[in-house]
């Protein structure tokens, strides 16, 4: 009777675990598995990768044997430096040497004699996604031998990407992706996307180097590495009201003159509209020589004295004429719209929402300040190949040629243009662009911004540096609508001071 | 007979019946990412190091064979640093050339600046395409990898900069040569010299290719090591009370829970009794309204919150600021800040303390109201003296449950104002420093795993967190559970 068929405290224990233990296995057993197991054997450190099919995708300047797999030999490596043949393929305008299989490759995707599968992956509005589908549409049929799939925008892509890569899913990851060229440190260093120079010659390289604006090709440029080509840049710029500023101004002295006319807070009109934070407020910062993180030598300088005196520039000269209530986007944007300041610094981006109420405007870069420049930064759109594709000798050539062409084929730059606004970095687009000036106001006065940009840099720490630059921003502005202006300067020292300070402690530690 | 049986409605080992499949199932699906968090807390988890598995698989496969491949290969790898010093030769000619070009009379043409890119732009590709190559190792090592890279960089920076000066014109007028004379010669120096440093470097792997393979395979190491994971211990914590923010934080969320919790409790039972009392009308359709706090999902009500307290244009910020005198802002001003917080944890919080005594309230037995009112007591009079010590038992369980909500509080401050106004930080006997003002612990967690990406720092302070959660528990049993009798 006392013995009752129940449970039992060790019995749960017991349960309890077996589950974990289960459970522990279990994910063992996943860890093992998903890790490529190093071989044993010493495989040649110079063929690319241990998956791919060895005909050797790095024809080059240099030798052409393949490097043997016994160490102890030392004759075997005879340096025959042949040219390799190489071959030219025509992509709008532009002509690319390339190596022999390549051009092989591309002739029978021509012919519909192959037939590959590519993954496309964006992260994009949906206007912009219908002008992709355009273009990937436009090459599916000039390349009847690669399907690329694309379906539409990408959440996360970021983190889907990495995970793609650490799976090793060639299937379901992304061939090739697309996004301002900030990520490519980061990406770079965590092995998730291809050089390029890995698998084409230097001839190639060079034919490629010359196509584009240098600014945007170097925004590809890692560490001697090129990861990515690029296709669109994007930087802020001046965007006017036609019907109240009927030229755009020349010069800060009159953007300032219009400002201190319109800005009448009582009436609720206001200079200009320009949202607040460490991105936007950079033009200011550089025409006065300051910089917030330097790429090369790794140096911070947000408590320069250029960042200091810009920041207090801003503060007098065109804090004095906004809304400083709210200085988000949402509500700067807000007053543009509603014509109640005559001009926005904003970028391409917000053009579709603008041109909705105010169907006249005038694109122009930052005017000088005396003769200083405002430099703001700009992200250059790149395309960059994933990891996973290196395992596939066809899907790799598929996304070379997909990544040139999408960047050199100038009717689809030309069409991205017209359909979606995008501003491009193809030479020969960019100087057709100021031929037909008249035709493309809009995308000219923002091709004349990026000309005067800084591209953002990619190294992965700068993602330190925004946090603390915002953090101070905020401090300033938060003095400046209780205190005013004057208090506001004071502390602009302290609080760059500040942010040095903690960027340079979460750098080092 | 033996031991006394208790009795009780149902007995415990049919409870834990009940718990165990979800107990089991909790554990099933948890236990990796639990056991993986507190892991985490002892290493330097970041963003460089928690995914970097394929990269360093590769490292380390170079690494295996880079001495042996190195030393085999010598004589091939010197005929190309022999190459590529060649190529670099050429690209500082090209360079002198361009100064040539530009510091003689002769106007500037774009024609002639674009014929000597493009040779400077030929040689330059071809020696670095030497130094990346899989062939040659050259990239390992980090004197050479660096002094070409700035070069490369500088002649990319010159090229912008010349490009940006010519702009759309085919025929560049005198001002505009003069920049472009400025630019080059300004930049030429720093690349000449990164470009004969690179010179140098190859010279010194052509002399001393030990010291190369040394250098090439500590690179490696060094690669290698900077996307690991590292276990530091309890270098986290010691991290996290090196200055005051999390401190800081800890102290602002008990100031928390001991403003917002009485008002909860207050808000909560008043309603109560009101519902509770026959004179209200319609008093089940009113019940189901006040339980909206509960039912809505609280991004949406929060958010709806944050809009009414938007300063200039929001309905409450501007009535409460024609009603205290100043400016209400909510952004700007910490202690506004933290008053919002308290109402909108209110408004979250009253539904179940309301519930919790309504059950009470309704456990009362009538005739001891209606004793009171025989003895002449008043609304106010039966309520302290009558319903609500009978109540106490379950409003003291709704207390200590509404305490560990106010404890955990997180979406509130992010969606108000995402942590309150910067300000300065001091907790004493830790380092001041600039943070956020109405940072709660929670939200510190928070942003330092997806603001920092110090995934390391973030699992610590969750540890530091469920302890205080613990103690929190341990005090709540000894003193009220147990003390109040079995």
Known sequence: ?509 | MGKVRKLVLFPAKVALALVLPSLVLYLFFNIWPLIFSVYIAFTDANATNIASQPMIAELEKVRTNITSYLYSNKDSILVEVSRAKEYINQTIDGMEELLAYINSSAAITYDDIDTLKTNITASMTRAVAIVVSNETMLYYYPGLRDALSTAQNLIYSMWSDVERIIGFSIIIPPDKAEQIREVIAERSPAIIGNLSLAYEELTAIEENYDSFVKSAVKDIDKQIDRLSLHFIGLGNFQKLFSDSRFPYSILKTLLFVVTSVPMKLALGVALAFLFSSNLMSGRKVMRALLLIPWALPVLLTVTTWRMLFVPDTGVFSSALSRVLGYEFNIYYHEWDAFAVYNIVEMWLGYPFVMTVTMGAIAGIPKELIEAAYIDGAGVFQRFRHVTLPLAMRPILFAAILTTGASLQAFMVPLLINNGGPQGFLWVPGFKPVSGYTNEMMVLYGYKRAWIDQEFGLSAASYLVITLIFLLYALVWYKFVYRRGGR
Request: contains cysteine.
């Open chain 1, 1 to 509: 009777m006392r013995r009752r068929a129940g449970i039992t405290k060790q019995a749960i224990a017991g349960i309890i675990i077996v589950v974990v233990v289960i459970a522990a296995a279990a994910v063992l057993m996943m860890q093992g598995g998903g890790q490529p197991t190093p071989t044993p054997t010493s495989t040649p450190t110079g063929t690319p990768t241990t998956k791919t099919p060895t005909t050797t995708a790095t024809i080059g300047t240099t030798t052409t044997t393949t490097m043997s797999t016994t160490t102890t030999t030392t004759t075997t490596t005879t340096t025959t430096t042949t040219q390799p043949q190489l071959r030219t393929i025509t992509i709008g305008s532009s002509t690319i040497r390339v190596p022999d299989d390549f051009y092989e490759f591309v002739q029978k995707a021509k012919n519909g004699e192959i037939s590959v599968t590519i993954n496309f992956w964006t992260s994009m509005l949906p206007f912009e996604v219908d002008a992709i589908t355009q273009v990937v549409n436009e090459f599916e049929s000039e390349y009847p031998g690669i399907k690329v799939s694309y379906t539409g925008t990408q959440q996360n892509m970021k983190e889907a990407i990495k995970a793609g890569v650490l799976a090793n899913d060639l299937e379901n990851t992304a061939n090739v992706f697309t996004w301002a060229h900030d990520w490519t440190g980061e990406l770079a260093d965590g092995g998730f996307i291809v050089p390029l120079d890995k698998y084409l010659p230097p001839e190639t390289i060079e034919d490629l180097q010359s196509q584009y604006l240098t600014n945007a090709y170097s925004a590809g440029v890692y560490n001697l590495h090129l990861y990515g080509l690029p296709w669109a840049a994007e930087a802020i710029a001046l965007v006017c009201n036609a019907e109240m500023v009927q030229t755009p101004p020349k010069t800060f002295a009159e953007l300032e003159q219009i400002m201190q006319q319109y800005y009448n807070p009582d009436n609720d009109t206001y200079g200009l509209a320009y949202q607040i934070d460490p991105y936007f407020v950079y033009p200011f910062v550089t025409a006065f020589g300051g910089y917030y993180y330097d790429d090369e030598t790794g140096s911070v300088g947000v408590n320069s004295t250029g960042t200091k005196e810009g920041i207090k520039f801003l503060i007098q000269h065109v804090l004095a004429y906004e809304f400083t209530g709210d200085l988000g986007h949402e509500t700067q944007l807000n007053i543009f719209q509603q014509g109640k300041a005559p001009c926005m610094i904003t970028g391409p981006w917000d053009i579709p929402a603008i041109k909705e109420n105010i169907p006249n405007i005038t694109v122009s870069a930052i005017p000088p300040i005396d003769d200083k420049v405002p430099r703001p930064f700009s992200g250059i759109k790149l395309l960059w190949i994933s990891k996973v594709t290196e395992q596939d000798q066809n899907k790799l050539y598929a996304s070379i040629l997909f990544v040139m062409w999408f960047s050199l084929n100038d009717d689809t730059l030309k069409s991205l243009v017209d359909n979606a606004g995008f501003i491009p970095v193809k030479k020969s687009v960019v100087t057709y662009i100021s031929e037909h000036i008249d035709q493309y106001p809009i995308v000219a006065g923002f091709i004349e911004s990026i000309s005067n940009s800084i591209p953002m840099p990619k190294s992965p720490q700068m993602a330190k540096v925004w946090g603390p630059v915002a953090e101070a921003l905020s401090a300033i502005l938060a003095t400046y609508s209780e205190s005013g202006p004057d208090a506001a300067l004071e502390a602009v020292d302290q609080a760059l001071d500040n942010a040095q300070e903690s960027i340079l402690q979460s750098l080092s530690g």
